[in-house]
């Protein structure tokens, strides 16, 4: 029967599956993610997981360069990857009676990748040329630009798709090597979600584990029903207690928040001006994350949002205005980005947004305002939700972090949220002396 | 989405506004989608970018609520509000929680058809205006693709960008805004598309009641002519200090009612538009020589009432520019040359229904779709019949297609970058 809760299986290799069922979707999507995000790079390999994701399409000795995407196209999907800071994350999109066949691609991925010498430099031309693209795009390089500020030493600071003289140092032995220590069963989550059964999945699972990975013969699967125990849900103790399952390596980076402000200033690479203010925030699943989302949606979300109603309508200052708290394995980020009229100075906009943020922790926020950012977020939640995949990305995500149930949680303490706790969020995170910023100037 | 829609009901009012609505029952949401024949194609000749600037003026205040009251309202409901001008129209598009549907349509209502002119917010959005403009110059992507329209539409109103032009735009008045708004935005040539969480008859009612008094007929015909097709290659390049040269090559192409619209579908998948990189162009340029990171065709996604675009784009570093520009034209003149396997054909075909499956997820697609549907007039059963449309276009039918859309001989080449090429022996080659 159909459930929006996961079923989860850990299997007896590590790998943890998760699925939901939706009867009347004729759509399935698969997702599989692992962590293996630029995040788990060595110093001086920077875009080492963007390569390895990019080889993961140049086949298996069973499976050759191409044949994983005439086969989407032959069954009427798309499929896709991505590298985050934390993951690397491949789905497929498919008519639901087509559901075991990104199973067998994966199985087969996870396991035999090739990284042959003539196909490593054909990717590596391609990954030089994303590089040399963004390298063109001046609101990539303003992030880039502020993320290497606000960190010295976590690798946070670098871009995920690496750096030139980075890319261009890779070695094949370096993606066997990362392929070896990340792309693993027991560092990965499978997300399935469509008109499927559990059970059928968890049985092609284990059968394609068995053949394909270090399966022990005759080994049963752990099976974990969650959705069996609604009660089991929102407890704080519960989910948040297995945070960071698997997060192995940020203990590694002693990397303190800066005390005094940064600033990177980018010259003529764009016509229109542009500010980007970055403050150090704590991880995704810290207790202070929902405070600082519904934050976010305060000051920039629809258009009676602070910033919008300041720096665009009141001062004419700003054509367009964002904040973001993306969430993240390790401590990150908070953005605030205003993209500017002509003329107008990125310091005076940085004054403009640092006056706004201290107003608001000197004179707080009206319970309209929170309320507002509440619904905006919780209907940006709802529509990210609305498609298969969708939905397979967010219980992924939460449980590549301990616990899928932690999305769950993380809703709740949203509605929780009180107008004393933003003001406190903002105060404790949005510190002046700890700004990093990044202009962009014509 | 997709399982759980029901057959779409289609309602015409006594105003002439077309209803069609379909209930959605995946997610608590809906989508509202109200499209006028108000796009660019109708700015008067000088007045490029009036469209855009009615868009955008809408969200700035009616007759009964300020700007601010109107975002507060969206807000409060945590739903979202905004419009979308193309060549062809210009839409409205609200969603949201189910449960807001119905005040949502009201808001959608009122910004639409009673807006207010003040001139300080269309001072301010023609200043917003201004400024996108002059922020697109500094993309090189956006450039060559505006400046590839201009090249195979010259003397068309076409070339101009939907935000027009800065000096077209910096002359626009509250005036001419409330002109063009009381010309194109009639009920008698819009389509509302409302798709949620809702009993499509109760989504009827709904939108009756906040369009019912809309008054104004339908809209005066006075589209352009049609382009025509260019005569003989039109080369531009654009210097910019950027690490790829970004190409676009192309020319004018099919609208949607043509006869070929559904054999064009099958070749833009097989030549630069397939899942993944199986494409010809991405297989062999991408992926075998690692020459681009993006490497697209597309001719079938601009057909509209008036015919789109072939378009090939791409970007490259300067050391690779010629080989891969060689390398696409080689793929362009092959696909007009012979016929495409049948292998090519059959998966084509397969991805090309199962990508229309796929495209009925959200309710916002779904309207979408509806609207679509209606302008085109597709009827209300099209999802039913495409499989058996697509699946009966043949290798023939396919080759035949390159041959009437993709004109080397007569193509527009624009590129954008660090250097200008010398491009005619590479045409040629």
Redesign the interface.
């Known amino acids: 029967m159909s459930s929006t809760r996961p079923r989860k299986a850990v299997l007896a290799n590590g790998l943890v599956l998760l699925t939901v069922t939706?009867e009347?979707?004729?759509?399935v999507a698969a997702l599989l993610m692992y962590r293996a995000g630029s995040l788990y790079e060595p110093v001086g390999k920077t875009g080492l997981a963007h390569l390895t994701e990019h080889m993961m399409?140049r086949g298996t000795p069973t499976r050759p360069?191409?044949w994983?995407?005439?086969l989407?196209?032959?069954?009427?999907?798309?499929?896709?990857a991505m590298t985050t800071c934390d993951h690397a994350l491949y789905y497929f999109?498919?008519?639901s009676e087509h559901w075991a066949a990104p199973l067998e691609i994966e199985a087969d991925r996870m396991f035999h990748c090739e990284f042959g010498p003539e196909a490593f430099?054909?990717?590596?031309?391609?990954?030089?040329?994303?590089r040399?693209?963004l390298?063109?795009?001046?609101e990539t390089l303003v992030y880039e630009a502020v993320d290497a500020l606000a960190f010295d030493s976590h690798p946070y600071r670098y871009p995920v798709v690496g750096l030139m003289r980075d890319i261009k140092g890779l070695t094949p032995g370096d993606l066997q090597g990362f392929y070896a220590d990340r792309y693993r069963p027991e560092k990965a989550v499978l997300a399935v979600v469509g008109?499927v059964e559990h059970e059928r999945v968890l049985a092609e699972v284990e059968k394609l584990s068995s053949v394909a990975g270090p399966l022990p013969a005759g080994a049963s699967a752990r099976v974990e029903d969650d959705s069996a125990d609604p009660d089991a849900a929102s407890s704080d103790a519960g989910a948040s207690a297995r945070v960071a399952r698997g997060n192995d390596i940020s203990a590694r980076f002693e990397d303190p928040p800066p005390t005094e402000p940064r600033r990177s200033v980018l010259r003529g690479?764009?016509?229109?001006p542009q500010a980007v203010l970055a403050f150090r925030t704590p991880a995704a699943a810290h207790e202070d994350t929902p405070a600082l989302e519904l934050l976010a949606a305060l000051l920039s979300?629809?258009?009676?949002?602070r910033m919008?109603?300041r720096l665009v309508?009141d001062l004419?200052m700003a054509?367009e205005v964002s904040t973001s708290k993306i969430p993240q394995v390790d401590p990150g980020l908070f953005y605030l980005s205003a993209?500017l009229?002509?003329g107008v100075s990125p310091e005076e906009c940085e004054d403009e947004i640092l006056s706004l943020v201290s107003g608001l922790v000197e004179s707080g926020v009206t319970e309209?305002e929170l309320?507002?950012a509440?619904?905006?977020?919780?209907?940006?939640l709802?529509?990210g939700?609305?498609?298969?995949l969708g939905q397979a990305g967010s219980a992924a995500f939460w449980e590549s972090l301990g616990d899928w149930r932690l999305g769950e949680e993380h809703e709740t303490r949203l509605a929780r949220v009180t107008a004393a706790d933003i003001r406190r969020v903002a105060s404790t995170y949005l510190d002046p002396a700890g700004r990093s910023s990044a202009w962009l100037v014509p | 989405m997709a399982g759980s829609v029901t057959v779409p009901k289609r309602l015409v009012l006594p105003n002439g506004l077309t209803v069609v609505t379909a209930s959605a029952r995946s997610a608590p949401v809906f989508t509202a989608m109200l499209v006028m024949e108000a796009g660019s194609r109708y700015d008067p000749e000088g007045g490029a970018g009036l469209a855009a600037l009615v868009g955008g003026v809408l969200l700035e205040g009616s007759t009964s609520r300020s700007a601010l009251s109107i975002a507060m309202a969206v807000d409060s409901m945590g739903s979202s509000l905004d419009t979308l001008t193309g060549y062809e129209t210009t839409a409205v598009i609200a969603s949201g929680l189910a449960e807001h549907c119905h005040e949502s349509l009201r808001l959608l209502a009122e910004v639409a058809t009673s807006p207010v002119f003040a001139s300080a917010a269309v001072a301010e959005c023609v200043r917003r205006q201004l400024a996108e403009l002059a922020d697109d110059e500094g993309q090189a992507y956006d450039v060559c693709r505006r400046d590839f329209m201009k090249t195979v539409f010259r003397g068309h109103p076409r070339r101009n960008p939907v935000g027009g032009l800065s000096e077209t735009v910096s002359r626009l008045t509250g005036g001419d805004l409330e002109s063009f708004h009381r010309r194109r935005y009639r009920p008698g040539s819009s389509v509302l598309a409302v798709v949620g969480d809702l009993d499509a008859g109760e989504l009827q009612d709904l939108a009756a009641e906040s369009f019912g008094a809309w008054q104004g007929g339908g809209s005066p015909a006075d589209a352009p002519p049609a382009p025509s097709r260019q005569s003989g290659r039109r080369v531009e390049s654009v210097a910019m200090d950027t690490k790829q040269v970004h190409v676009s090559i192309g020319n004018l192409a099919i609208a949607r009612s043509d006869p070929s619209f559904y054999a064009t579908s099958v070749m833009d998948v097989i030549l630069g538009d397939s899942a993944g990189f199986g494409s010809r162009l991405a297989t062999k340029l991408r992926e075998e020589h690692g020459l681009a990171y993006v490497i697209e065709s597309d001719a079938s996604g601009s057909a509209g009432l008036e015919p789109g675009v072939f378009w090939a784009y791409t970007a490259t570093s300067p050391g690779h520019f010629e080989q891969l520009v060689r390398g696409v034209m080689d793929e362009l003149r092959l696909i007009r040359e012979e016929p495409p396997s049948a292998e090519e054909v059959e998966s084509a075909v397969g991805y090309l229904i199962g990508r229309d499956l796929l495209d009925r997820e959200t309710s916002d697609a779904v309207a979408g779709r509806l609207v679509h549907a209606e302008r085109h007039a597709l009827g209300l059963d099209f999802d039913a019949r495409y499989p058996a449309i697509i699946a009966s276009v043949s290798r023939e039918d396919v080759l035949e297609a390159a041959r009437r859309v993709i004109d080397p001989e007569n193509c527009s080449f624009v590129t954008v970058g660090p250097v200008t090429p010398e491009t005619g022996s590479l045409l040629d080659s």
């Open positions: 939706r009347d979707s004729p759509i399409f360069q191409g994983i995407d005439r989407t196209g032959h069954l009427g999907g798309t499929n896709n999109v498919l008519p430099e054909t990717e590596r031309r391609v990954a030089v040329e994303e040399m693209m390298d063109d795009d001046p008109n690479l764009s016509p229109s979300s629809g258009r009676s949002a919008y109603t309508d004419g054509t993209s009229h002509s309209d309320s507002r509440l619904n905006l977020t919780r209907v940006d709802m529509l939700r609305e498609t298969c």
